[in-house]
C-alpha cells in the first residue's frame, strides 16, 4: 500500500509561480506497477475531491519516487509458544 497526497494548484498572481495545497490523500492498493497507474489515481482523486468540473484542472497528485510513503502490510505473523 502507498499513500499518495492529493493537492489543489493554486497560481498566484503577485509572483507568478503555481503553489499546491494538500486537500487530503488517497491509497495505492496496487502491488505491481502498470501502465496507467497515475491516469487511475488522479482520475481516482478528481472524483472524490473535484467539486465542479472547471475545478478538475487544479487537482494533482504528489508521485515521486523518492518521497514514496510506504505502510507496513497486515501479517498473521503469531509465533507458536
Not at 499513500?3 to 495545497?21: A, E, I, K
Not at 487537482?59 to 505502510?71: D, F, H, T
Amino acid at each position: 500500500m502507498r499513500v499518495v497526497t492529493v493537492y489543489r494548484m493554486h497560481y498566484d498572481r503577485n509572483t507568478g509561480y503555481p503553489t499546491r495545497h494538500p486537500i487530503g490523500s488517497i491509497l495505492e492498493l496496487r502491488k505491481k506497477e502498470r501502465v496507467n497507474n497515475y491516469i487511475d489515481l488522479l482520475r481516482l482523486a478528481r472524483r472524490l475531491f473535484v467539486l465542479e468540473t472547471a475545478d478538475s484542472a487544479h487537482v494533482v497528485i504528489g508521485l515521486s519516487p523518492s518521497r514514496q510513503a510506504y505502510l507496513p502490510e497486515l501479517t498473521s505473523d503469531r509465533a507458536a509458544g
